[in-house]
């Protein structure tokens, strides 16, 4: 009887040790478990389909940060979105933010296209210049059903 469960014992600590290993891996591979070193920035889009808390926010397709909040301003109805930007990237004041695709059956992610400015984003400035996700769908319905003009 002691040795069924000692056996118990030891299969409900291998259960539960490969739950913690795995709980540490998604963290990891999700981002949650990184720090939140960096910056914080805003961002208002018209429509931010496909984007939530913990896109990532790339320039040059290269990962800086992560969408930290998204929510609907009930005066002007677009989204304000906050993301953070990794320590030590400066953004130039004149960059702008936009929703773009990973390609037709990726997700969406932020995208960061620098200006050309020589000063840059404060912590908690917003980004004017911004363009919200562009729906697949109604570019397939305007092409299917034609605008109404000829090329002829």
């Known amino acids: 009887m002691s040795s069924h469960n000692m056996t118990e014992v030891l299969v409900g600590g291998a259960v539960l040790a490969a739950a913690i290993s795995f ?12 720090g939140t070193g960096g910056y914080e920035l805003n961002a208002s889009f018209r429509s931010l389909e496909g984007v939530t808390v913990g896109t990532d926010v790339r320039l040059a397709g290269v990962k800086i940060g992560t969408v ?14 906050r993301f953070t930007v990794a320590e030590g990237i400066q953004i130039p004041d004149d960059s702008a933010a936009v929703i773009s695709s990973e ?3 990726g997700g969406n992610f932020l995208e960061i296209m620098p200006g050309g400015s020589a000063f840059y984003f404060e912590p908690g400035d917003a980004v004017e210049d911004t363009q919200g996700a562009v729906s697949l769908i109604s570019l397939l319905v305007k092409f ?6 000829d090329s002829q």
């Open 23 to 34: 709980a540490v891996y998604a963290g990891q591979a999700t981002g949650l478990s990184r």
């Open 68 to 81: 930290t909040g998204v929510d609907l301003n009930p005066e002007s109805y677009r989204a304000d979105t």
């Open 103 to 105: 390609g037709l059956l």
């Open 144 to 149: 299917v059903a034609g605008d109404g003009s």
